[in-house]
C-alpha cells in the first residue's frame, strides 16, 4: 500500500524558512517522480515544485522559483521542499505526490497524493 506522510509544517512569520519532508512508503520509491502542490483557503491546488527519479532535474512554479527548493533522499525514501523568504501569500496545505512520470506529475495528476500538512505565514 501507498503512503506518503508529510511533516515540518507551521506557523513561521514572513521572511523565514520551513522545510517539508514526505517520507513514502510502499513501493520503490527511486522509480517515482516527486512533487509537492499546495491548496489555500478558497482555491484550487497548483502545483508547486516536481523533481525527477534521480534528482537531476527539478521543476518549479514560477511564484516559487529562487525561494524553494525540492531535493530527495532515495536511501531515506523521501523528499523535501525547502521555503526561504516565505511570504503570506505562501500561506497553504501543502501535499506530497508521486507518480511515474513526471509530466504527469507536473501537470497535477498524480497517481499518490499525501494527507497534507499546513503552512501559515505571518505578516
Known amino acids: 500500500q501507498v503512503q506518503l506522510v508529510e511533516s515540518g509544517g507551521g506557523l513561521v512569520q514572513a521572511g523565514g524558512s520551513l522545510r517539508l519532508s514526505c517520507a513514502a512508503s510502499?513501493?520503490?520509491?527511486?522509480?517515482?517522480?516527486m512533487g509537492w502542490f499546495r491548496q489555500a483557503p478558497g482555491k484550487e491546488r497548483e502545483f508547486v515544485a516536481a523533481?525527477?527519479?534521480?534528482?537531476?532535474?527539478?521543476y518549479y512554479a514560477d511564484s516559487v522559483k529562487r525561494r524553494f527548493t525540492i531535493s530527495r533522499d532515495n536511501a531515506k525514501n523521501t523528499v523535501y521542499l525547502q521555503m526561504n523568504s516565505l511570504k503570506p501569500e505562501d500561506t497553504a496545505v501543502y501535499y506530497c505526490?508521486?507518480?511515474?512520470?513526471?509530466?504527469?506529475?507536473?501537470?497535477?495528476?498524480?497517481?499518490?497524493w499525501g494527507q497534507g500538512t499546513q503552512v501559515t505565514v505571518s505578516s
Open positions: 523533481i525527477n527519479c534521480s534528482g537531476r532535474s527539478t
Open positions: 505526490a508521486e507518480d511515474r512520470a513526471i509530466v504527469v506529475l507536473t501537470n497535477g495528476s498524480p497517481a499518490y
Open positions: 510502499g513501493r520503490t520509491f527511486s522509480s517515482y517522480a
